[in-house]
Every structure is written in C-alpha cells, then in structure tokens.
C-alpha cells in the first residue's frame, strides 16, 4: 500500500519561512455586501426565503493576501519527529505554523486505503446536518454531512487512533469518537473554539475533562478554499490530502484559549473530505500537565 506524498513538496519547501497560498474569495450561491468596518453581510437563499449572515472581516485570510512578517517567520521551522521506536522507520514530518499557541502540520499521516475505507464507511452511517449547536451554520443546499466512527467499528480506525497518539505524544483513551466531516460548494464555518464553552458539555464529558487537543485530518485535495484559518494568530491551512493539523486548546492554566478560535473558508470547487479527533484532559495529566503557576496573578495592594 504506497502512501500519498502529495505534502513532500510543501515539506521540503518548508525553509523557516511559510507563505499563504494566493486564493480568490468567491462565495456559491450568495451576494454580499461589504461593510465600512470590514464585515461582510452575504444573503443566501433557503427556498423562498433569503438569509442574511455576516461573515467578519478576518475573512480576507480566505483570499490569501495575508504575508506572514519576516519576524515570525524566521521562528518556525521543520523536522522529522523520531522520539519513539516506530518513528525511527517512519518519522513524522512536522511543520510548526505557530510556535505560541502551537500549531502543526503533520505531513503523510494518511495512506490512500485507509481513506477509501474511512469513506466507505459512512455508507451506513451518514446523515445531514443543519442547524446545529457547534457553531456550523444552517446549511441550506445540503452541502454538509457528518458522522462518526468509533475505533471498534474498523480496524482502520482504530489503527489511526494509535498513529495519532504516536504522533501528538497524547492518550486518546478519552478522547471522541473520529468525526467525519463531508462538504460540498458553498460550506464554510464561523468562528468556533474547540475547548468546552457549555455547562452542558462540561456534564456531558465529566468523565473525560476538557478538550485539550484538536485533530484534523485531511483527506483530499481541494483546488479552490476550504481553508482551516485562525484569525488570531494570522495561521492558515490548506487542505491537503493525508495531511494532519494539531492544535491545543487550553492555555497552560487549564482555561480555554481564545486565540485558537478558528473558521473555515467558503468552498469554491469540488468536494471536500476531513476527519477530527478530539483529545480530552483526563489521561493526559502526565503527558500533558497543566501549569497552575501560568496563571496571571493580582496585583499587590499597596499600603
């Protein structure tokens, strides 16, 4: 089974200094008008009724005009990640997009197979999503479908689970089931962070703790948007086929990171294919432990 090497160029172009790939931001099946303070209010129609939405002005990322300053440039950097046994055969090639909060790209995590398997799958098991309370807008023309698979389900997802734990140095015994994720033109995302907002949530996965990490994989190429983008830290990943990017959510206090708020940019062509994993707190205390000592503290009063 021969492994896509698709990200070897990119890889091997990765010199300590990352440049946006230049994209022009078309958005399928909407208008829209451009405010004074950089906002975006596009209307896309569900049947008779037209909806508005305003989409924020972080969104020219989407177009790739963004450069990253020399500065911060000159921080990042690549490697082969070779810290444990089965990495010295197979190393994991790494590209850090950001040095504080951290974000990688991992190249090659994906044979071929394993994503035909990973589709194949979702025969039995999709369904479409709507409003939901993830932060993904109402989907209007059926573009956006997802389901889930747990490791039991596949050899091959569980055999993903354990590549993603050799390559993060994480536990993903508490972590959620893998999340397919399937978009067709015109999907995009608003901003969302990963770390649980909700009491509900935090009921939900009391067992689990927070999520510390973030997963993504992706499982095609995509030639036009599709972007994953953090506003924030002025980070943008493309789409590449059996590339992973990975992310932490928490600070080092244990607190949810607003600077990892992300979006996803509008789809422009074609289909587009990724699967998430998110990797919670408990089981990680010791691989990933949490600073206390990080935390801001008060000012002394002064006499």
């Known amino acids: 089974?021969?492994?896509?090497?698709?990200?070897?160029?990119?890889?091997?172009?990765?010199?300590?200094?990352?440049?946006?790939l230049w994209i022009v931001f078309v958005v399928v099946f909407v208008s829209g008008q451009q405010g004074d303070d950089g906002t975006l209010e596009v209307q896309m129609k569900?049947?008779?009724?037209?909806?508005?939405v305003q989409l924020e002005p972080f969104m020219d990322m989407c177009r790739g005009t963004y450069k990253l300053p020399s500065a911060i440039a000159s921080t990042l950097f690549c490697w082969y990640d070779v810290r444990n046994t089965h990495s010295?055969?197979?190393?994991?090639?790494?590209?850090?997009?950001?040095?504080?909060?951290?974000?990688?790209?991992?190249?090659?995590m994906v044979y071929d197979g394993e994503i035909a398997q990973l589709q194949?799958?979702?025969?039995?098991?999709?369904?479409?999503?709507?409003?939901?309370?993830?932060?993904?807008?109402?989907?209007?023309?059926?573009?956006?479908?997802?389901y889930t698979?747990?490791?039991?389900?596949?050899?091959?997802?569980?055999?993903?689970?354990?590549?993603?734990?050799?390559?993060?140095?994480?536990?993903?015994?508490?972590?959620?089931?893998?999340?397919?994720?399937?978009?067709?033109v015109g999907a995009f995302k608003?901003?969302?962070?990963?770390?649980?907002?909700?009491?509900?949530?935090?009921?939900r996965f009391a067992y689990a703790g927070d999520r510390l990490a973030t997963v993504l994989l992706f499982l095609n190429d995509v030639p036009e948007g599709g972007y994953t983008i953090f506003p924030k830290l002025r980070v943008v990943i493309p789409p590449q086929k059996g590339t992973l990017a990975f992310w932490y959510n928490l600070k080092a206090t244990?607190?949810?990171?607003?600077?990892?708020?992300?979006?996803?940019?509008?789809?422009m062509s074609?289909?587009?294919?990724?699967?998430?994993?998110?990797?919670?707190?408990?089981g990680n205390e010791l691989r990933h432990p949490c600073s206390p000592d990080a935390a801001p503290k008060k000012p002394k009063q002064q006499n």
């Open 1 to 20: 089974m021969k492994r896509k090497t698709l990200g070897n160029n990119r890889f091997g172009q990765c010199l300590g200094t990352l440049f946006p």
């Open 46 to 52: 569900d049947g008779d009724k037209v909806v508005k």
């Open 88 to 108: 010295l055969l197979t190393p994991s090639k790494v590209e850090v997009l950001s040095n504080d909060p951290f974000v990688a790209l991992m190249h090659d």
């Open 120 to 146: 194949a799958l979702g025969d039995t098991h999709i369904k479409r999503s709507g409003i939901t309370n993830d932060s993904w807008l109402p989907v209007f023309y059926d573009n956006h479908q997802t």
């Open 149 to 184: 698979l747990h490791d039991r389900d596949h050899p091959v997802v569980e055999r993903l689970t354990r590549r993603i734990e050799r390559a993060t140095g994480l536990s993903c015994e508490t972590a959620e089931d893998l999340k397919m994720i399937y978009n067709e």
């Open 190 to 203: 608003t901003s969302e962070i990963d770390a649980i907002q909700t009491k509900a949530e935090l009921h």
């Open 254 to 267: 244990g607190e949810a990171n607003p600077l990892m708020k992300y979006s996803i940019c509008p789809l």
């Open 270 to 282: 074609d289909v587009k294919w990724t699967a998430k994993k998110l990797i919670h707190t408990r």
